[in-house]
């Protein structure tokens, strides 16, 4: 079962000034798994995986509309009124059938109403049918005749502003679902926002990108619709939006969530001269891939790599970033997975294929320098092996010494028992192949995150310390470390 409220709202539902009595029903669903089907929303809704805007429009679209008090009060004309009560009161079967008869003449008016109507129950109501309306894109044909009719008379109503001008009012549902109808409209055909109104709604847009906004499936949703269209791509590039998405994208997020935004990537990703602005997702998308469950997540990542790999103009500094964090060890994994959906198994060898012959390509220092950055270490032949850090010490040198500065935050921020114990082992080992680099070490202040290591939980991490501090000090401490034994 579940509760139905009867309540007397019509003070706050119609405008002011008319005088009616108005009871509606409005849906209260329990917020738990296993609850049956209620009135067309499924569970998805109540588990929280449909967002918010749907939720909201389920609601508003089964709240009864008394459209005869605003006829009398002269807030609808007597022509939209006759259009939209007949097609209000229509199933969803006969809405569509009269769409293809009557289309023009009910999208004219629905735009007509959302200038004329400024109660906010009402305005959403009409909105939800606008939304319902392009759920079919071939309806986006009327509201190009909408706007057809406009420069032929210069009086008519423009098919797209409305929407635009909606997002300056107070409400969250009716700003959030004007600004997913004004992406539809100015998007899925072949009407264009001109150049200052669309610079004004992406920046828009770009203030809505924050973890906290209950909308953020929306307004993602809007920008996952608009960067199909080429010439929207650019001022998008040039906003704040893809710093706002890397913020979110580093934070803890739904896989929805995760996936909208890859998605914008991807369709930037095409182009070359967006490319090398995407570099900064790998990162995160490598560390998204390494714990996806979700297999349109993993599929939009892996076209997103694919395409940056294929597009950037210098291949492999994407391919290096992607060896950086790990990549290459997690499409080898899925490598293994049997997939049912070809594409991503293509993906998968195509990715897995440019970084092997990368590795092949760098040198072993190269492949070092790769971990390093990586922020995670692992007891492989690069650090165990004496001659690779014969032969490679000194370079640690580098560029002032940047893999020492980087080694030096490892032991500073890192958690990982592993990572710190190579880290340490590493600084002993550039000492013991390079003797003068004690200096280095204590100039940087190496020496003493190795000392805080003795201190640590595990024991692994301590034994690598001390071993390091020993290499440090002495210059026969195998013989020492011999002896301890």
């Known amino acids: 079962m579940y509760l139905v409220l009867m309540r007397r709202d019509f003070l706050n539902f119609w405008p002011s000034g008319v005088e009616c009595e108005f009871y ?3 849906k209260y669903i329990q917020l738990f798994r296993g609850m049956a089907l209620v009135q067309g929303i499924d569970t998805d809704v109540v588990i929280g995986v449909t967002d ?10 089964d709240e009864a509309v008394m459209w005869q008090p605003l006829l009398r009060s002269a807030v609808i004309k ?38 004329s109507i400024s109660n906010e129950k009402i305005l959403s109501h009409v909105l939800v049918l606008v939304n319902d309306v392009l759920a079919d894109k071939d309806n986006i044909r009327y509201f190009e005749e909408v706007e057809t009719e406009k420069s032929e008379d210069g009086k008519s109503l423009s098919a797209w502003e409305p929407f635009l001008n909606l997002l300056n009012r107070t409400d969250v549902f009716i700003v959030n679902m004007s600004s997913l109808i004004l992406a539809k409209v100015i998007s899925t055909g072949s009407l264009r926002l001109d150049a200052k109104n669309l ?12 973890q906290s906004n209950t909308y953020l499936h929306t307004i993602l949703a809007s920008q996952q619709i608009m960067l199909r269209v080429t010439e929207y791509r650019q001022p998008f590039v040039h906003s704040t939006c893809l710093d706002k998405m890397l913020n979110i994208l580093s934070t803890r997020i739904s896989f929805q969530l995760q996936y909208q935004i ?4 991807w369709l930037l990703s095409f182009r070359t001269t967006y490319c090398f602005k995407l570099l900064e997702f790998i990162k995160p998308t490598a560390e998204i891939l390494r714990q996806a469950i979700k297999e349109k997540v993993i599929r939009i990542i892996m076209q997103f790599y694919r395409n940056i790999l294929d597009n950037h103009t210098v ?20 490598t293994e997975k049997n997939w049912k959906d070809e594409d991503i198994k293509d993906d998968v060898e195509q990715v897995k294929a440019v970084l092997d012959t990368m590795l092949q390509d760098m040198s072993t220092f190269d492949s070092y320098l790769a971990e390093v950055k ?3 270490l692992e007891w492989s032949p690069l650090h165990t092996n004496p001659a690779f850090w014969r032969e490679n010490a000194q370079k640690l040198n580098q560029n002032d010494h940047e893999v020492l500065r980087m080694i030096k935050i490892l032991l500073k921020d890192e958690r990982d028992p592993t990572t710190l114990a190579v880290c340490a082992h590493d600084v002993g080992e550039y000492v013991r192949h390079y003797p003068v680099g004690k200096f280095n070490i204590e100039k940087l202040g190496l020496k003493e995150r190795v000392v805080c290591l003795l201190e640590n939980d595990d024991p692994k991490v301590k034994a690598a310390a001390l071993l390091a501090l020993q290499k440090l000090m002495l210059n026969n401490w195998e013989f020492l470390a011999k002896t301890n034994a």
Request: proline residues 2%; hydrophobic residues 40%.
């Open 374 to 376: 990586s922020g995670k």
């Open 24 to 26: 509606y029903l409005s």
């Open 199 to 210: 610079t004004w709604f992406i920046n828009w847009q770009a203030g809505q990108l924050l």
């Open 78 to 115: 007597e022509h939209d009124y006759s259009i939209v009560a007949a097609y209000d009161q229509m199933n969803s079967e006969q809405k569509i059938a009269h769409l293809h008869k009557n289309g023009l003449n009910v999208v004219r008016t629905l735009v007509n109403l959302t200038v």
């Open 315 to 334: 291949p492999r500094k994407p391919a290096e970033l992607m060896i950086q964090g790990k990549v290459q060890v997690t499409v080898g994994q899925l």
């Open 262 to 265: 890859v998605f914008c990537l």
């Open 52 to 61: 918010t805007l749907t939720e909201r429009s389920s609601i508003i679209r």
